[in-house]
């Protein structure tokens, strides 16, 4: 998605506990005012926010409560391991 488009962005927030579900599940979702708001609470929390518009869009789409669907796991796991490093890296 370029980084000139006129949408608002969007934003997505996931949270996987294994003991509960199968797959990550939406949380939290919105554009424009509520996305810049997920996005603030998530620094201001000290998560790590990664920024992709094509992907957030597409979570985005999803029901509150829902699973990430199978044909996103690559991506969701590619940035379980953005994280990790992320936080491997501080220490």
């Known amino acids: ?5 006129n949408s608002p962005k969007k934003a997505v927030a996931l949270k996987y506990d ?15 005012y509520i996305a810049e ?4 609470i ?3 929390s000290g ?3 990664y920024r992709d518009d094509s992907l957030s869009a597409l979570l985005s789409q999803l029901d509150i409560g829902s699973e990430i669907p199978e044909e996103l796991f690559s991506s969701i ?3 379980y391991i953005y994280f990790l490093n992320f936080k ?3 220490e």
Do not use: H
Not at 37 to 40: D, L, Y
């Open 18 to 32: 294994t003991n509960k579900n199968n797959a990550p599940v939406v949380v939290a979702a919105g554009s424009g």
């Open 77 to 79: 796991v590619d940035i």
């Open 1 to 5: 998605m370029s980084q000139y488009s």
């Open 42 to 44: 998530a620094e201001g």
């Open 47 to 49: 998560m790590p926010v």
């Open 37 to 40: 708001k997920i996005v603030e």
């Open 88 to 90: 491997m890296s501080k």
